[in-house]
């Protein structure tokens, strides 16, 4: 019990300023800078309880304690607020936490009158009591409501602390009005009629504020249901917009059906310079010191980069041109690593082979690579290895691929009698698929094959073959961009996807106009 009555001290002792700031009658005529002094006062005093300088206390009597200290501070942001002085920190309380305390203070006469006090100035007619025991019956008790009710966040927030004042206060209030009010109705007949009189006001006043929310309650339902309407007619706009995406479908359905494969690939000018880079920085990299080709090891004596093309002939604007691919290719000359004998030697080359033309005059380019195009190449490097009287190993790399006349030719009797001679060996890069083709029976180029590879992420093009059977589902066709999108992939991936599903699963990849490239089932 000791230490119960000890923690009592110490929350009183801290409550002192508190309670003389609510004592003040003539607080806001005091200066500025003695109300900013209490201000802090009683803010360091409400901070050390809330710390639990004085322990802890069970929910209501802490409550009480918080409410004490919030009401001074409120009474003294009340003051800034009527000098008409600005006092940030003052700006915690709301404006409705102000006008609540103004509204209560009006009674605080109350506060140190008794019953009889109040009977005596009811019997005089005093203008001042009458006026607010009319206020008492007309709408104190819906207004006190409303205060406690209010919520404790927010612009119009009333806190739990000054709740707890409001209500502790007007309930003394009351009880000795209660009194008052009931004995003056029985000893005077006048003010008998007069609270009569207040008590139809009050009725009145109540069936106006039932029908205020009537009326706002018809205008919410009237809200909603226009909401409803709202709602109505946009789902309504919804399956139109629907139902014609449907028909887009259909009609795109039955134009890729009926359309004529114009062409299997879709790679625009600045894809193609990007698989440029990427072909001859990967294969660069690749080249280390040492590589082993047909049973050999050879040692990297020299690498050399170049070009083919020429971009600047074409009379494009700069940015464009530089988005050209220059058909670059790498060269590297490999000696074997022996310490004996003759060493043979090889040359590397890794070549970039593009349409040029058509990526300029377009911007974009729709064909494999065909077999007239391929043989030029297949004939200028077996004369060059012919000449130099060494073995070339040659991977031409294409971003649209090879045509299939070019596959079955690499497969022929007629290809190995004219190029897989000691001079020549050869593999074909699909730039867009990572799919090297060569001759499994010639060991360079299968040696060469993983050092041409652009390594794509295998794992990752499955999944995107996953989500483009998805979106066939229904429809039996997907398009890249539809495909990009829903697979959230990029857009060399879901290409990749594409072809794999043709090459796996007999479907038909085709580009077509005004429709884009599109795999078809």
Known sequence: MGIFDEDISCVEELLKPARRVLADEYLCHEMKERRVELWNEVREKYDKYLSGECGKFLRDTDLHFQ?????????????????????????????????AFKKIGRYNRFKIESTEDILRRIINRDERTLELLREYYLVMDSYIDDILDSPEDGPEKVAQPVKGYIKKTWDEYREKLNQAVSKAITELDWFRTLVAQWEKEAESLAAEKASERIAEAEAKVKEALAGVERERRELEAQREELEKRREEIEATLRRLRGAEVQASRFVRREEARMMEQNFLGRLEEKLGEEIALGGRVYRVERKKEGRERDTSVFNLPEKERANLPENRYLEAELVEKKLLGRKARVKLLGVFASRVEELAGHGFDTQPLGLEEVNVYLVKYRDLARGENKKVVLCLASPTGFSKEVKDYIASE????????????????????????????????????????????????????????GIMEGKGYAVLEEAVERCNAEQGYVKAAFYALAEEKGYTVKYVSDVGLAVFR
């Open 67 to 99: 409410s004490i200290f919030s009401a001074a501070l409120l009474k003294l942001a009340v003051c800034f607020r009527e000098n008409g002085e600005e006092f940030m920190p003052a700006r915690r309380f709301s404006g409705k936490e102000i006008e």
């Open 414 to 469: 007629e290809f190995h009698r004219n190029f897989l001679s000691k001079h020549l060996s050869l593999c074909l890069l699909d730039c867009s698929t990572d799919r090297v083709l060569y001759n499994p029976s010639d060991e360079y180029s299968r040696d060469a094959s993983q050092l041409f590879s652009l390594e794509l992420d295998r794992e990752r093009v499955r999944r995107v073959m996953s989500c483009v059977e």
